[in-house]
């Protein structure tokens, strides 16, 4: 079945097309140069974005799939390109798009996209939960079928984003059970707000990555490791983002003038005990469950240095971890919405009232 999949969950207009986990086509605009000066994403400033670029994105999705070529292209806010293309719905078998969780008026921008074209070309909508794909990202496959690797249930699943924290047993396809989650900030979130402090901008995770990389991702302040004793699976990383903001102010902010070996530490430091976090509560979670294979998905995983201790973490327990099989799926994308609405095609889970469906920011699986 030939999905045309779209999301605009929060500053990515991404549309794909997938048939089964091969993706055959996948589109991304991004505006992270429109929400950069700002410091964070803008909520009006991405639904207009989304509002003028979504039809240009269905377009060359659609252009990419017809000439057979497959690819995520990063199209930068200040490139105008005109793309000249005849839309040819007849190969597509239905439609799917996130309707949450995520930003609301960038959400709606995508479903009023999708019954748009339902409507216009008849086609079958199918509503997917934004997470349920992170986690099928660890699947997806090229249009070559690549990587091959099948399914092995049950996965023990954390989703490290910077919207979410939490732990997930995938039992089967589209079978989840959440077991724990955060109480608060996530962690890439957490890790964009220490960026933003130290004064490295936005998005401050890859910064940060880079700086503590070099500082020799070394841990030189000992900063909190929040509720590693406390008795379930749940995260918080308010207090470590509190504790973080007071040294700065007791220690005096970093500014032009402090070295940038101090700026380093801070980063590395910081960046260590978030991560440390994320390791010792996943530990706890290998063994509450006795599950040893993981899937570890969301924007936060682009980072080696995290992929590093879970692979070390896994291999301790005799297990294994999953990423998102390639980079382009870390981040907010179509194709494992696609990808995750074809395994709900196949049980029949299509939209009934097109009319009633409706984003839901704060959706949970």
């Not at 503590?212 to 490791?225: E, L, M, T, V, Y």
């Amino acid at each position: 079945m030939n999905i045309l999949a779209i999301d605009t969950s929060c500053d990515e207009t991404s549309v794909a097309i997938t048939d089964g986990r091969r993706v055959l086509s996948n589109v991304i605009y991004s505006q992270v140069l429109l929400h950069k000066k700002w410091g964070g994403v803008v909520p009006s400033i991405a639904k207009r974005a989304h509002e003028e670029r979504i039809d240009w994105v269905v377009k060359v999705a659609l252009n990419k799939y017809q000439r057979g070529k497959t690819s995520a292209v990063k199209q930068k806010q200040n490139q105008e390109q005109t793309v000249e293309v005849k839309i040819e719905m007849a190969n597509i078998d239905a439609i799917a798009v996130t309707q949450g969780p995520g930003l609301a008026v960038a959400l709606e921008v995508g479903i009023k996209k999708a019954k748009e074209l339902a409507r216009k070309y008849n086609k079958k909508l199918i509503s997917v939960n934004h997470l349920e794909g992170h986690i099928y990202s660890a699947f997806v496959q090229n249009s070559a079928g690549n990587p091959t690797k099948d399914f092995r249930f049950p996965y023990l699943a954390l989703i490290v984003s910077g919207g979410h924290t939490e732990f997930v047993i995938f039992k089967n396809h589209l079978e989840y059970k959440i077991i724990g989650s955060t109480l608060d900030d996530a962690a890439g979130e957490a890790l964009d707000k220490a960026a933003k402090l130290l004064g490295l901008g936005y998005p401050g995770g890859p910064v940060l990555e880079r700086l503590a990389k070099q500082a020799g991702n070394i841990d030189s302040h000992n900063f909190p490791r929040p509720m590693l004793k406390s008795k379930d699976l749940n995260f918080s990383f308010s207090g470590l983002k509190t504790s973080f903001y007071y040294f700065l102010i007791k220690e005096k902010k970093p500014t032009a003038k402090t070295p940038l070996s101090g700026v380093k530490l801070l980063a590395s430091s910081f960046q260590e005990a978030v991560f440390d976090t994320l390791i010792k509560k996943t530990e706890d979670a290998i063994k509450l469950t006795t599950i040893n294979q993981l899937i570890v998905v969301g924007g936060v995983v682009a980072n080696l240095r995290l992929r590093k201790l879970m692979k070390n973490l896994t291999k301790k327990y005799q297990g294994e971890v999953l990423f998102p099989t390639y980079r382009y799926l870390t981040g907010d994308n179509a194709a494992m919405i696609g990808v995750a609405a074809g395994y709900k095609a196949g049980k029949g889970l299509f939209v009934k009232d097109i009319d009633r469906l409706d984003r839901v920011p704060r959706l949970s699986l």
